[in-house]
């Protein structure tokens, strides 16, 4: 599939690290409204720059559109590239407004085309590891989850000395604009989503606990930085949800079934170890096996690479199960509607602010299949 990038900012160097892992992605050209961005990344990775939106979109070469663009700039693009007749891959949310997103949506299924977000981490050997293990029903019937998406305090960070592969800055300021549940909460919202179904309501608090950052540059919104959700699934399961840069580093999630516990520690990395414990009773006690079983991780032999900074996830593999879907005439995995979806509850979530009233969902999805390398 020929692709082209909008937007060569921080993450542009994330997705192009991994492309090489899917030779059936060709990146065709890449495109930057700061013509130094584009130009920064054709000269370090050889890659041909458009020099406006309109000329790669008249670029008939091009199939997919991969939107790596901030946040507010989402919703623009991706309608361009749809209305021009291309697929979109699109970096999450898939637009800062409910509405814009089911515009997006909308549009995609009048065109016949399809329409994907990140993240794409469901994909991975954890996710895939977790789903086949309670497919098996290894913990029994699943009640509870707490999932974690706390980051520290950020803002303390020496994030200045952040720099891509290429050298662009990591944005601070639209990351504390945007806030940490729309740019984080997906990472675990996509996974119990495909676990548990849809979800049904959920019941949220959110809120700016530290406004101004202590920025070089004034903020211009108090987004939340710390976000707590109840999620109630159709099919029954609740799940707690925390998002912050407060809390310190944890990103574990914990599955609570009849008879033990799954966990990982770590959702943000491709290959994060999965474990069971067990519940057990001797004589009038029941306890949970006080040393973990390891559950063996699938897809070991899947090419990666290797790192050991701050890039732990393959960003493209929901390109490359677009690209794949579009070969089989299948939906992909990260269909519009679910990605819909997962977008609605982000935004219920980040927009609850301290009134934390129930917000029904209004959006479905037909189930996912797992990946072929974990049936
Ligand atoms: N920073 C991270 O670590 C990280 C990790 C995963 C995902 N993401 C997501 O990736 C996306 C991009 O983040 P980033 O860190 O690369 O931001 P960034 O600010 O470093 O880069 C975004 C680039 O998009 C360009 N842009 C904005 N609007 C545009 C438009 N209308 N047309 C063309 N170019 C436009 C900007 O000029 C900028 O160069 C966001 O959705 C973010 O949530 C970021």
Redesign the pocket.
């Given at each position: 599939m020929r692709i082209a990038l909008?937007?060569?900012?921080?993450?542009?160097d994330?997705y192009k690290k991994t492309m090489s892992l899917h030779p059936e992605l060709e990146l065709v050209g890449v495109?930057?409204?700061?013509p130094e961005?584009s130009a920064n990344f054709s000269a370090y990775h050889s890659i041909p720059a458009y020099q406006s939106?309109e000329e790669l979109l008249e670029d008939k070469k091009v199939e997919t559109v991969i939107n790596?663009?901030?946040?507010s700039?989402?919703y623009?693009?991706s309608k361009a590239a749809l209305e021009a007749g291309k697929h979109v891959y699109s970096?999450?949310p898939l637009a800062m407004e409910f509405s814009q997103a089911k515009d997006l949506v909308s549009l995609a299924e009048s065109k016949n085309l399809h329409l994907s977000t990140?993240p794409c981490s469901l994909l991975n050997e954890t996710a895939q590891t977790l789903w086949k293990a309670l497919r098996e029903e290894v913990v029994g019937q699943v009640r509870l989850v707490y999932g974690e998406m706390d980051d520290g305090l950020v803002h303390r960070f020496a994030y200045k000395k952040w720099l891509s592969e290429s050298g662009?800055p990591?944005?601070y300021q639209?990351?504390f604009e945007v806030g940490c549940t729309i740019?984080h909460a997906g990472y675990i919202l996509t996974w119990l989503a495909a676990f548990f179904g849809p979800a049904e309501t959920v019941t949220a608090f959110s809120s700016c606990l530290i406004p101004d950052k202590e920025t070089d540059v004034p903020l211009d919104n108090n987004a939340p930085d710390f976000s707590v959700a109840c999620i109630k699934y159709q099919s029954g399961v609740v799940a707690r949800l925390t998002c912050s840069i407060v809390a310190p580093h944890d990103h574990a999630i914990k599955i609570f079934g009849d008879d033990g516990v799954l966990y990982t520690k770590e959702c943000w990395k491709d290959r994060s170890p999965v474990y069971i414990r067990k519940r057990f009773t001797i004589r009038r006690k029941t306890l949970l096996s006080p040393i973990p079983k390891t559950y063996p991780l699938v897809g070991k032999n899947n090419p990666h690479i290797k790192s050991k900074g701050g890039q732990q996830l393959n960003f493209c593999r929901g390109i490359a199960d677009l690209a794949e879907a579009i070969a089989q005439n299948r939906s992909p995995r990260l269909s519009a509607q679910y990605c819909l979806h997962i977008c609605e509850l982000v935004l219920a979530i980040h927009n609850a602010l301290e009134a934390g009233s129930a917000y029904k969902l209004s959006t479905t999805f037909d189930p996912i299949e797992p990946m072929d390398y974990a049936r």
């Open positions: 909008v937007g060569c900012g921080f993450v542009a994330y495109m930057d409204r700061n961005r939106l790596l663009t901030n946040p700039s989402h623009e693009v970096e999450k990140a662009i990591w944005p639209d990351e740019e």
